[in-house]
């Protein structure tokens, strides 16, 4: 038993790196050569092993609820990622109870409250309400977070340190938005007006907003913010944007991620170019993006469940992880669209 939670702590550490915001196909990452190795080395053990182990472990089935906010591509992937990763350990011993909340916030408390009822073991928490969700409903259930990109924002923690505390970690999927910024600027240099499309509902997009807005005016651009409150104001929001940007950035945002067709069929007949804050975005109404891999997003927080459940590893000192590693991405039709060329340095989005 030392020796396979020696191994899982091994291999936790290789992926501590790797994490900080997708790809549905898993290639090979240093959280899958991370799972092998936890695989290859875990043998039975006996009862005397077991008895001098200092860590607890939780022996038998377990039970993992997943609520995931609505059904988009980077959600989807880190859904994913996070289940393959719990699997590939754990195998046959862990179920998953995955419900969406269709992008209802009520609904998350709903589906939250049925897991705390339910008495799961673990709860994941796809994007921010379903985290603010679960941080109301328990404070015993662990309760990781992926999909989340500030904490301290969303659960309105003061003098932040990196450790949520209590029963609550996770990953975030914050890229570096100096570098989205420059982005920006790198191909949109003599723009003048930028707008910046998001849904007022959801705080980290306002987060977002309020912090690329800073490197924005150092780059001596015009900002003017354009919030929807849901789904049936995006397509009159968007063309109040594209009325008056040059270009427009659209953060995060799960409710814009839902709503891509709808942008798309303003921002693309009105020839202004969309920076998203994520590959979902890009794919659908977007030209370019700096991009993360929710997948593997996905995975290093299905490895922090691990440690949870089976070495018993104390969620409250479990820093929140962040990616380390970032793609400059275009969307070839919509930037042929547009006539825009990029940089030989990005990469095509798969279709």
Avoid: R
């Amino acid at each position: 038993m030392k020796k396979k939670i020696m191994a899982l702590c091994l291999a936790t550490a290789m992926v501590a790196t790797l994490v900080g915001c997708g790809n549905a196909a898993a290639p090979e990452t240093n959280a899958d050569a991370a799972v092998e190795a936890v695989a290859d080395d875990a043998q039975p053990a006996d009862n005397a092993e077991a008895a001098d182990s200092d860590v607890p472990v939780i022996e038998g089935n377990y039970t993992v609820g997943i609520c995931q906010f609505v059904q988009h591509p980077a959600l989807d992937a880190a859904t994913e990622g996070f289940k393959d990763a719990l699997t590939a350990q754990l195998g046959d011993a862990v179920k998953f109870d995955v419900q969406d909340a269709s992008g209802e916030s009520a609904n998350c408390a709903t589906i939250i409250n049925g897991f705390v009822s339910s008495d799961v073991n673990l709860i994941m928490a796809n994007a921010t309400p379903p985290l603010q969700a679960a941080a109301s409903a328990t404070n015993t259930i662990p309760i990781l977070g992926t999909s989340v990109t500030d904490y301290a924002t969303a659960l309105e923690i003061e003098g932040w340190t990196g450790t949520v505390g209590g029963n609550i970690s996770g990953t975030s999927d914050l890229a570096p938005l100096d570098q989205q910024a420059a982005m920006l600027n790198e191909l949109f240099p003599d723009a003048k007006n930028v707008g910046l499309l998001y849904c007022s509902a959801e705080p980290n997009s306002v987060y977002q907003c309020t912090e690329i807005e800073k490197f924005l005016k150092e780059y001596g651009y015009e900002v003017t913010w354009y919030a929807f409150t849901d789904t049936n104001d995006v397509t009159s929001v968007a063309q109040a944007a594209a009325d008056a940007s040059d270009v427009i950035y659209i953060p995060t945002d799960n409710t814009a991620a839902a709503n891509t067709e709808a942008i798309a069929n303003v921002v693309i007949p009105a020839k202004v170019p969309v920076i998203a804050g994520e590959e979902g975005i890009c794919s659908g109404c977007g030209i370019a993006t700096l991009s993360i891999s929710y997948y593997d997003l996905g995975y290093a927080t299905g490895l922090m469940a691990v440690k949870i459940l089976y070495a018993g590893e104390d969620i409250s000192t479990m820093p929140v992880e962040y990616a380390p590693n970032v793609t400059k991405e275009y969307n070839v039709a919509n930037c042929e669209a547009l006539g825009i060329t990029v940089p030989e340095d990005y990469v095509a989005i798969a279709e």
